[in-house]
């Protein structure tokens, strides 16, 4: 009865490839994130979706593409893969409920490789 | 521009010797601070919501409180198991849901 869950927890692959990482949540939240964590262990928020609308979308590379099939389901799809992308990717969801912020439930992260 | 920072880095202690961890935070205006634990390996657990100034929570051995510049967590009598690197961040007025991280300091406690 895992709340977050994201596949594959392990992703090492070559330059230039194209992968996917997918992310699934049943804890019934209307928003979504997905986050990148560098070596240093700085959580650097990506996209947002909130009712499968994209709300947040920071800066980052437009080979980064996330998509929202509904509400359970956030994936993200990373084109050319470059070495900098190598990093661990987090998916998280939240309910906001009330207008009060609400805290983030995040899944066991993808540690991608890119050789 | 809205800044979560965190202090120390790291932060060694002995079994038992309680301690406390600082989060600054500077934001137009605060909806909620959160702390959360994350252990080697695996995606960040949250522990605390605090919404105002005043505010304390507690759960075991952990005890959040809030101010309007910063936020402490404090440890008492921690055990090896509460080694981890603690995470805190805020969300302010208008963020769209968006949190601040801070960089997080490493504790670790020796038996």
């Known amino acids: 009865d895992t709340a977050v869950s994201q596949t594959p927890k392990y992703l090492v692959t070559q330059m230039g490839n194209d992968k996917s990482i997918k992310c699934e949540q049943n804890?019934?939240?209307?928003?979504m994130y997905w986050y990148k964590q560098d070596s240093k262990k700085f959580l650097k928020i990506m996209f947002s979706?909130?009712?499968?609308?994209?709300?947040i979308n920071e800066t980052v590379p437009n080979r980064f593409s996330p998509k929202s099939p509904d509400k359970a389901h956030l994936n993200l799809h990373i084109n050319s893969l470059e070495l900098g992308d190598s990093a661990v990717y987090f998916c998280?969801?939240?309910?906001?409920?009330?207008?009060?912020?609400?805290?983030?439930?995040f899944g066991p992260g993808t540690r991608l490789t890119v050789l | 521009e809205d800044q979560v920072t965190q202090s120390p880095e790291a932060l060694r202690l002995q079994e038992g010797e309680s301690s406390s961890l600082n989060c600054s935070y500077t934001?137009?205006?605060?909806?909620?601070l959160f702390w959360y634990r994350q252990d080697p390996g695996k995606g960040p657990e949250f522990l605390f919501t605090?919404?105002?100034?005043?505010e304390e929570k507690e759960k075991e051995r952990l005890k959040a409180t809030l101010t309007k510049k910063e936020s402490f967590l404090h440890i008492t009598a921690p055990k090896p198991e509460d080694s981890a690197t603690y995470l805190c961040?805020?969300?302010?007025?208008?963020?769209?849901?968006?949190?601040?991280w801070g960089a997080g300091t490493k504790l670790i406690i020796k038996p």
């Open positions: 961040a805020v969300q302010a007025d208008g963020s769209n849901y968006q949190l601040i």
């Open positions: 934001v137009s205006g605060l909806r909620g």
């Open positions: 605090l919404y105002s100034a005043g």
């Open positions: 804890l019934g939240h209307d928003t």
């Open positions: 979706y909130n009712n499968k609308e994209l709300i």
């Open positions: 998280a969801s939240s309910q906001e409920v009330g207008g009060l912020a609400h805290e983030q439930f």
